[in-house]
């Protein structure tokens, strides 16, 4: 069948999927396709990518095809693409050992499209020279216009690494898997180590697109209902057909085990949101364990991870967390399978550095103990069911989770077919352990406590660390530069003024294929909700979707009546409630209660923005949880005993659970930093931007990281049981259903006795906001055909005195590299000008941002994008040019008043809008928008027809009334001008 044989068709029944392997028959390309009644049809091809030293050289690859190919010359049609598509997914990634290209999409044409761009990228790039001084690295003058300024390093991917490797958490990671595999390709840094990214030559870059980027070393994807013939068919004479087999030579050899162990200590940044601690030390202890391709072996040490780390009853959580010796674990806790020979690793961040024995020691003694004791029905029986309600939850990007899934084992030449049969497997698992109880201990005997191929790393914060890693910048700097001639010099000038004219020209991007606005579905699905009152007067939304035997609940609370003083620990009271024990669980017992009987319980803090009105909002939390229809009464139970009766008496638990939360938002910034400093930026243009910023922003950052140091955390308990008070009554709740049609009457059975069940509260509670307004959701005939029964009531705070001011903050941080937001306050969801100003977000970002803050400034991502809350943010991530990025904010909105686009880019940014507007919405969420914001379908009609409708002058008409109250939020270097 165009060039391929089929080797293998196996039915997948646990996962409602069908297999099929096949063999390109010129060239031995691997094709695998999954079969499945799913709309959002997925395309990958990876590549085995083996490089040899730390220069990134897959990483700069992976940019750069990219840039151009013979078919599609174009500069950078991967970005055009996005414009040109309604896809749901485009991407490429560099892992330690493959580089792969996935997409996604839910239109047949688009699909065609898009592999046409992939394949050609992948096989027939250009790579040119100037291409990879722009996404590798380059010697530029500062200012590339003036040779009289100094040459400095430039590059898009030297200024991502440069931005992970500020992530301690990253450091340690990657360390981690250089010292327990050194033996070959591991040993290297894929992604590219910043200080060798510079040794980089674009000959070395062809030699190796030449070597691996080959159909021979190629395994392709596709997943979904488009038939697989058309795939073929196209692969084939589009790629395929042009090549002859080859031996690739890319294989990994295993990793030769050791004879004893081996210790590596390292160096890191300190914690600038934990100055001064002594606990700021990171140590683990790892152990190689068996090749991936074995899927029986790897399945079960995967398991036997997760019994170990996984939990408060798990024996590692236990012994280390609960010792009160470290803040959290380690980085790259529990197993990785992504390397040929996976690995497991164990151990505490957050440490004393005289504490580091002691924590070996536990880990040693801990083994002994598993060896001798074993594990708990309950707890192996709660990670079988976590198995079996994952292989029933649906997610939307399921093909994108099945390619990453596979990628590794079929990377090293595993059967991924294997791979997928979990029934399979979790049956084997049982028997195996039916045959002989101590299987798991044996286990544990042979690969942990027996094995000399043994790993501990530890990693000291040193004061100086971010100073030297600038003095070692420098010095490759000065040596790159002290080794030009003249003529380089002049070269240099040239090229970069070259390079500046390309990234300056116009683009004829013609050649691309692209669908056009009429391809786009003129009106959206409607959605079937009905809503009923429960327990008196308690809203409940039910809606019908096919969830495959699972049941999923929602409960938001609104806070009306919070007192503002309480407001900063909403998010800590949402972290701890369903982990300290409730009714008569206490929390080791509740955590197994809820692994065994849900696919978890979620609570989450909200601020949810009126449709209408930018400055009224409502405040709340959210809970919720799914679980398989068998288990619906139970997981309702644990709902009545987390609201009628928490419990709060664990103190020292919940220490270790406030320390783990500190560390997780502390180990978040470096990689979120965009978004931090965009809420920021928000704070002071509307209440919500303000209680956002309280909820998820640096400020609770930095409580949550004083509440880990206070020595009596009474004062903070009771403030939770404050909230609880308000937040655990069922005035001010609603509730939410999704489950399939013979189970709905079920669950709105159970949803009800547990709302009749809850506790009500005798008193009248004033609001804590004098202006509290009750807002229904439109329902009921004349208001929407696809609604039925009763209302929805939002509870919704105004605050009529509140003015918008401009501030600017400069937040100082330990990055080499800045995070910018600018924020802009526009209009609400149904304004007319919503619509408007969402396309030129889109239109901003790709024909002016884009070329400006990545190609010409490095920055590894930058643009533009309109919240549902009216709020237009400018930002830019990983950027070595902060100031420069606020000019280039500025001239944006010339940029857009000037008018400087044509119909053609007006209509690829409604096509890239859509995109988004049309994503594919899981069943378990369906009807989210209207239960949370109040959003219909008919007013998501509207503003469909609203966005359809923009045109030319709408767009330089609000460019021209969007007020200039520009906010600036910074998180740059210490090492900047401020």
């Not at 488009?226 to 042009?242: G, R, T, V, Y």
């Not at 941080?813 to 969402?838: E, N």
């Amino acid at each position: 069948m165009h060039g391929y044989t089929v080797s293998q068709v196996t039915s997948v029944p646990e996962l409602f999927l069908t297999a099929v392997k096949l063999d390109h028959d010129g060239t031995g390309a691997r094709h695998l396709h999954l079969a499945r009644e799913d709309s959002n049809n997925l395309f990958s091809v990876q590549f085995r990518t083996t490089p040899t030293d730390s220069t990134g050289v897959p990483h700069v690859l992976e940019h750069t095809v990219l840039c151009g190919s013979q078919k599609y010359p174009c500069r950078d049609p991967f970005f055009k693409m996005l414009n040109r598509s309604l896809s749901t997914f485009m991407n490429a990634f560099t892992a330690s050992d493959y580089t792969m290209y996935p997409f996604s999409t839910q239109n047949p044409r688009d699909f065609q499209n898009l592999l046409s761009v992939y394949l050609d990228a992948a096989f027939f790039p250009c790579l040119r020279e100037l291409d990879f001084w722009q996404e590798g690295w380059r010697l530029e003058h500062e200012d590339p216009t003036d040779p009289q300024t100094a040459l400095v390093f430039k590059g898009v991917v030297f200024n991502e690494m440069k931005g992970a490797f500020a992530d301690s958490e990253r450091v340690f990671s990657q360390h981690l898997q250089n010292q327990l595999l050194p033996d070959h390709t591991y040993a290297a840094v894929s992604g590219g180590a910043p200080l060798c990214i510079p040794d980089l030559t674009w000959e070395q870059l062809r030699q190796f697109h030449a070597k691996h980027y080959h159909p021979s070393n190629a395994r392709f994807f596709t997943y979904g209902n488009f038939p697989l013939e058309e795939h073929l068919k196209q692969i084939h004479e589009e790629a395929l057909s042009k090549f002859q087999k080859i031996e690739p030579n890319t294989a990994v050899p295993p990793q030769q085990r050791w004879e004893k162990p081996r210790e590596c200590e390292i160096s890191c940044a300190p914690d600038a949101l934990a100055a001064g601690s002594p606990r700021q030390t990171t140590v683990s202890v790892s152990f190689l364990l068996p090749d991936i391709t074995d899927t029986s072996e790897a399945f079960t040490l995967n398991l036997l991870s997760s019994l170990l780390v996984s939990g408060p009853s798990a024996p590692f959580y236990k012994a280390l967390i609960e010792s009160g010796l470290g803040s959290d674990f380690s980085p790259d806790v529990g197993y990785n399978g992504h390397t040929r020979d996976a690995y497991f690793s164990v151990g505490l961040q957050g440490v004393a550095e005289t504490d580091v024995p002691r924590v070996r020691d536990i880990i040693d003694k801990t083994l002994d103990d598993v060896i001798a004791e074993g594990f708990e029905d309950d707890q192996i029986e709660a990670l079988l069911h976590k198995i079996e309600i994952q292989m029933k939850h649906q997610s939307v990007s399921f093909g994108l989770a099945l390619t990453s899934y596979i990628a590794s084992c079929w990377n090293h030449d595993g059967d991924p077919v294997e791979l997928l049969k979990l029934g399979g497997q979790v049956a084997q698992f049982r028997r195996r352990l039916e045959e002989n109880p101590e299987f798991l201990q044996e286990k544990v005997k042979q690969y942990f406590k027996n094995n000399q191929h043994k790993l501990t790393l530890s990693m000291r914060p040193d004061d100086q660390y971010s100073a030297k890693q600038m003095r070692l910048e420098t010095e490759k700097l000065r040596q790159k530069v002290s080794s030009l001639s003249s003529e380089d010099r002049r070269q240099v000038y040239e090229k970069g003024l070259q390079l500046q004219t390309q990234q300056s020209e116009a683009q004829d991007a013609s050649c691309l294929p692209a669908l056009k606005v009429s391809d786009i579905e003129p009106s959206m699905p409607c959605t079937e909700l009905e809503v009923a009152l429960a327990a008196g007067d308690v809203a409940v939304q039910s809606c019908v979707q096919p969830t495959n035997g699972v049941a999923y609940v929602r409960a938001f609370c609104s806070l009306p009546a919070l007192p503002a003083e309480l407001r900063p620990y909403v998010p800590l009271l949402c972290r701890v409630l369903t982990k300290l024990g409730c009714g008569v669980l206490d929390y080791r017992e509740q955590a197994q209660q809820i692994e065994l009987k849900t696919g978890g319980i979620t609570v989450s803090p909200h601020v949810l923005p009126d449709s209408s009105h930018l400055d009224t909002y409502e405040q709340g939390v959210l809970f919720s949880s799914f679980c398989l229809d068998r288990n619906l009464q139970d997981m309702m139970h644990l709902w009545g005993e987390i609201f009628n009766s928490p419990r709060f008496e664990e103190e020292q638990y919940f220490r270790v659970l406030v320390k783990m939360a500190a560390q997780d938002l502390s180990n978040g910034v470096p990689d979120s930093g965009h978004l931090y400093a965009s809420i920021r930026a928000s704070r002071t243009l509307t209440p919500a931007g303000d209680l956002q910023e309280t909820f998820s922003g640096m400020e609770q950052v930095r409580l949550m990281k004083s509440i880990a140091d206070v020595a009596d955390v009474r004062p903070v308990l009771s403030k939770l049981l404050l909230i609880k008070d308000y937040m655990l009554d069922r005035e001010n709740m609603r509730c939410a259903v999704n489950a399939a049609p013979g189970q709905l009457s079920q669950v709105q059975q159970v949803v009800g006795d547990f709302l009749a069940g809850l506790e009500q509260r005798t008193t009248e509670r004033k609001p804590a906001h004098p202006h509290v307004v009750e807002k229904p959701v439109p329902n009921g005939p004349g208001d929407s055909a696809c609604l039925s029964g009763s209302h929805i009531v939002r509870k919704l705070i105004t605050d009529p005195t509140f003015k918008p001011c401009p501030v600017k903050t400069h937040l100082l941080l330990p990055f080499p590299v800045s995070y910018v937001g600018d924020c802009v306050r526009t209009a609400p969801y149904t304004h007319p000008d919503h619509a408007s100003l969402k396309i030129l977000a889109r239109l901003m970002t790709a024909k002016f941002l884009h070329t400006e803050i990545r190609e010409k400034g490095g920055a590894y991502g930058g643009g533009a994008k309109l919240s549902h809350s009216g709020v237009f943010t400018f930002y830019s991530y990983r950027d070595p040019c902060p100031a420069e990025t606020l000019q280039t904010f500025a001239k944006a909105s010339g940029w857009a008043q000037s008018g400087q686009f044509s119909q053609q880019d007006i209509d690829e940014a409604k096509l890239a809008v859509f995109s988004m507007v049309d994503a594919p919405v899981a069943p378990s969420d369906k009807g989210l928008d209207h239960f949370l914001y109040g959003l219909t379908d008919e007013m998501g009609q509207a503003q469909r027809e609203q966005l359809f409708a923009v045109h030319r002058g709408a767009l330089i008409d609000v460019a021209h009334r969007t007020p200039s109250l520009w906010l600036v939020d910074r998180l740059v270097p210490f090492s900047s001008q401020t």
